[in-house]
């Protein structure tokens, strides 16, 4: 299937773009002193003669003092470490208003472009509801950018790299652009957490598509790493280089949000990171969890059912994550997000919310690190479930952790579920089940890019000037 496709491209596009980029986020300087100590030992000794002396007489001192000096010589290096960069981002995604043309069917990926109807996305079945509001998408994946000395050093340019980049006005027509070159100028409506600003743009592709695509947007971000942008531009170009010339001029308006998505203005990339100020309980890029639940059968063997049927019913995963401490209950309390969050509890018991709404508590009893988390979550599209429970976190590195999790999901999966016995292999389309679910589950899984701060790491609290 052509999402299929396209979705391979940008995991691909991910990967090879997260390998090669990690290493350049951080700017290190070391300064190498050579230090000498010099250093002089005094030593006074006197030895008096026994018996009387005449003190009305001047006689030689028995003082003996002696001097050692001794010169030491070493090197002491001190290092550094600052932020190497303006935007660090692995995910837009836009949905775009009045890009259609000549009246060609929406593309109905939903708001921000992010989601196809369950349907179209798993059985490869046309949507049960077929109006929508936004006509095409547009989203980005790893995108940097980096300060440009242009106009006499004037502030807030930058120049910038996108991964991969993927333009659809509507069904049929579409442009893509790897390694995009990005020209920005940003005018800063608040400089403070979290930043509003006024962004023109424009950038340039050569392949495989070719176009240019100018902007303006209004942003407000970064906290935790998610933005939110409106957005007005126009696109221009197409597949020039084949046997057959096609162009478009794709006019648009749009709403767009972004994941893992950090801003620094110039001045903070003058700041060592040790120094930059956190809003968020935890910053991720993927958790994964397998599970067993009261699902009848297993997603992974469908048509075993009872003691056949496999103790590990499901997974579970987020992508994208982003938990933001808000001011309540000294700032345990944070609601956060994913840009996806999918859920196979069982065979026909699942769903997949993106940026679903998530309220967590933060309670460490025992260490600094280790964590139990009661939390809440409200996913409401393309499937409407309900999702509750406790995780218990245990940090094993800088970037992953452990996690034991239990929970209650319940809802719908959105979809015209085929018949069980068929799921996961030949697909009777004639027969379908109630899409209704609800189940408890236990599962233990690992997150990966996953940052855990503590409560002494947040910015709140300390009275810095922006409470």
């Not at 290493?23 to 009387?52: A, C, F, K």
């Not at 006689?59 to 002696?66: C, D, F, G, L, Y």
């Not at 077929?130 to 980005?140: N, V």
């Not at 069982?346 to 993106?354: A, R």
């Amino acid at each position: 299937m052509n999402n299929h496709r396209i979705g391979s491209v940008i995991l691909l596009l991910s990967a090879v773009w997260f390998a090669s980029g990690c290493s350049s986020i951080t700017r290190t300087e070391r300064d190498l002193y050579s230090t000498t100590t010099l250093d002089t030992v005094v030593t006074q000794r006197v030895t008096n003669p026994p018996g009387e002396r005449d003190n009305g007489v001047i006689a030689p001192s028995s003082r003996v003092e002696n001097r050692v000096r001794t010169v030491d010589y070493h090197d002491s290096v001190a290092v550094r470490d600052y932020p190497n960069f303006i935007r660090w981002c692995l995910f837009e995604g836009v949905s775009l208003l009045g890009s259609s043309i000549e009246g060609s069917a929406s593309t109905r990926t939903g708001l921000f472009g992010l989601y196809y109807d369950i349907n179209e996305l798993l059985l490869d079945r046309n949507a049960i509801d077929t109006s929508a509001l936004f006509d095409g998408y547009m989203f980005r994946v790893g995108l940097m950018e980096w300060k440009l000395d242009w106009f006499n050093n004037d502030p807030n340019w930058t120049w910038g790299v996108t991964g991969f980049e993927r333009i659809a006005a509507d069904a049929d027509h579409s442009m893509t652009g790897l390694g995009v070159l990005n020209i920005t100028k940003r005018f800063y409506l608040r400089d403070k957490i979290p930043y509003a600003a006024i962004r023109p743009s424009i950038s340039f592709a050569i392949l495989p598509s070719q176009y240019v695509n100018a902007s303006v947007s209004a942003d407000v971000g970064s906290i935790g790493g998610v933005n939110l942008r409106l957005y007005a531009g126009c696109a221009v170009g197409g597949d020039l280089l084949g046997s057959t010339t096609v162009s478009n001029t794709i006019p648009y308006a749009g709403l767009g949000v972004s994941v893992m998505d950090f801003l620094n203005r110039e001045e903070e990339t003058e700041t060592e990171w040790k120094y930059h100020e956190h809003s968020s309980w935890e910053i991720g890029a993927a958790e994964f969890v397998i599970l067993g639940s009261q699902a009848e059968r297993s997603v992974f063997a469908p048509r075993r059912t009872g003691a056949d049927a496999p103790a590990i019913k499901g997974l579970t995963a987020r992508i994208g994550i982003a938990d933001v401490a808000l001011p309540f209950l000294d700032y345990r309390l944070s609601l956060g997000t994913a840009l996806a969050n999918i859920m196979f509890l069982g065979s026909t018991e699942f769903g997949i919310g993106i940026l679903p709404l998530r309220l967590t508590y933060h309670w460490m009893p025992l260490t600094s690190t280790m964590r139990i988390e009661p939390f809440a979550e409200v996913n409401f599209a393309p499937s409407p479930f309900f999702h509750g429970g406790v995780r218990v976190a245990f940090p094993v590195a800088d970037q992953m952790a452990i996690h034991l999790t239990a929970g209650w999901a319940n809802g719908r999966t959105g979809s015209q579920v085929p018949n069980r016995d068929g799921f996961g292999y030949s697909i009777d389309r004639q027969r379908i089940v109630d899409s209704h679910f609800g189940t408890i589950y236990i599962g233990i899984g690992a997150s990966v890019f996953d940052h855990l701060f503590t409560r002494s790491d947040l910015r709140y609290g300390k009275g810095y000037p922006h409470e």
